[in-house]
T-cell receptor, first 115, second 111 residues
Framework: DGGITQSPKYLFRKEGQNVTLSCEQNLNHDAMYWYRQDPGQGLRLIYYSQIVNDFQKGDIAEGYSVSREKKESFPLTVTSAQKNPTAFYLC??????????????FGPGTRLLVL | RKEVEQDPGPFNVPEGATVAFNCTYSNSASQSFFWYRQDCRKEPKLLMSVYSSGNEDGRFTAQLNRASQYISLLIRDSKLSDSATYLCVAQPTGTASKLTFGTGTRLQVTL
């Protein structure tokens, strides 16, 4: 089955700890995205990547880092610099190219909680 | 002002009713629009794209009014399974697929 997988489903972070959220897709999509969703707010873009070995900051990149070494994978690290990391993290992908309307498909999400 | 604004609801409607949601966007350069559905504690899933001429998919009809910068979603013959949060999404021109999401409108269909 083609799709996007995220792991883990739930993640607990201690103060001062870096944690990494996994996102994998087998849709052969060039573009991948990370969003965070907080109650009462829309999805906010953290980072996105349009092609392997390239990525750009989104609207709320501070305290996060990403890598895109493989087309299929776009892991997100929540660093200790992110002071309010508790949220629902969603990874998405799209065909890419950016030339027109592009549908983004989402993974099941990871809930990050701070202990 | 938020780039994409929606009434958060909730809209409580009986089964079989027709319900409509509106969404306004502030960036006049937005070129593409979508409605996503999100169930509680799940990921958003594409419901339908919104085309300039309006489009229909079964019980769902989407309309775009560029002059007034709003998008609408009409659901006819509501089912219990339609209960969810509906997210309005805009894609501005030249933003390399960056999407702007509204906060969502919650729909609760009851017996």
């Amino acid at each position: 089955d083609g799709g996007i997988t995220q792991s883990p489903k739930y993640l607990f972070r201690k103060e001062g700890q870096n944690v990494t959220l996994s996102c994998e897709q087998n849709l052969n999509h060039d573009a991948m995205y990370w969003y965070r969703q907080d109650p009462g707010q829309g999805l906010r873009l953290i980072y996105y990547s349009q092609i392997v070995n390239d990525f750009q900051k989104g609207d709320i990149a501070e305290g996060y880092s990403v890598s895109r070494e493989k087309k299929e994978s776009f892991p997100l690290t929540v660093t200790s610099a992110q002071k309010n990391p508790t949220a629902f993290y969603l990874c998405a992908s799209s065909i890419g190219g950016g030339a027109g309307q592009e549908t983004q498909y989402f993974g099941p999400g990871t809930r990050l909680l701070v202990l | 002002r938020k780039e994409v604004e929606q009434d958060p609801g909730p809209f409580n409607v009986p089964e079989g009713a027709t319900v409509a949601f509106n969404c306004t966007y502030s960036n006049s350069a937005s070129q593409s629009f979508f409605w996503y559905r999100q169930d509680c504690r799940k990921e958003p899933k594409l419901l339908m794209s919104v085309y300039s001429s309006g489009n229909e998919d079964g019980r769902f009809t989407a309309q775009l009014n560029r002059a007034s910068q709003y998008i609408s979603l009409l659901i006819r013959d509501s089912k219990l399974s339609d209960s969810a949060t509906y997210l309005c999404v805009a894609q501005p021109t030249g933003t390399a697929s960056k999407l702007t999401f509204g906060t969502g409108t919650r729909l609760q269909v009851t017996l």
